[in-house]
């Protein structure tokens, strides 16, 4: 009787380095901050973009970066307990719309003082 193997889905044993990533960063009064994010299960990940067009077409143009080796990147997250690498991720929500301006409301009405009975 043959013996079948099972085909298993390969795991690589390393990881390969992904090369220099554009990371969306944050400023703050110590400098410059790494962006995290959360997967739709929750986790947090970092985050890097293979290209200056891909990071514009999910954060926009204006979004900060600056180029990091993936394993400064992963250096960088490992205290914080982030053990994930997301690269070129697509954008899952819609992009968010200016709320209308509206003419500012009225302050609160101030009571009115009742007239005092007239005396006969």
């Known amino acids: 009787m043959k013996q079948q193997r099972i ?11 992904a090369g220099h990533l554009l990371v ?14 959360r997967t739709p299960l929750g986790a947090r ?5 293979s290209s200056g067009e891909q990071l514009a077409a999910v954060l926009g143009a204006a979004q900060p970066w600056i180029v990091l080796a993936e394993p400064a990147l992963r250096a960088l997250a490992a205290p914080l307990g ?3 690498l997301t690269v070129d ?7 968010p719309t200016p709320l209308p301006t509206a003419p500012a ?16």
């Not at 110590?30 to 995290?36: D, K």
């Not at 990940?45 to 973009?49: G, I």
């Open 7 to 17: 085909a298993e889905a390969p795991e690589p044993e390393d990881r390969i380095p």
């Open 24 to 37: 969306p960063i944050r400023s703050g009064p110590l400098g410059h901050t790494p962006r995290f994010f």
């Open 45 to 49: 990940t970092a985050v890097a973009f």
């Open 82 to 84: 982030v053990s994930t």
């Open 89 to 95: 991720p697509q954008l899952a929500a819609p992009a």
């Open 105 to 120: 409301a009225p302050g609160p009405a101030l009571p009115r003082r009742c007239a005092a009975p007239a005396r006969a």
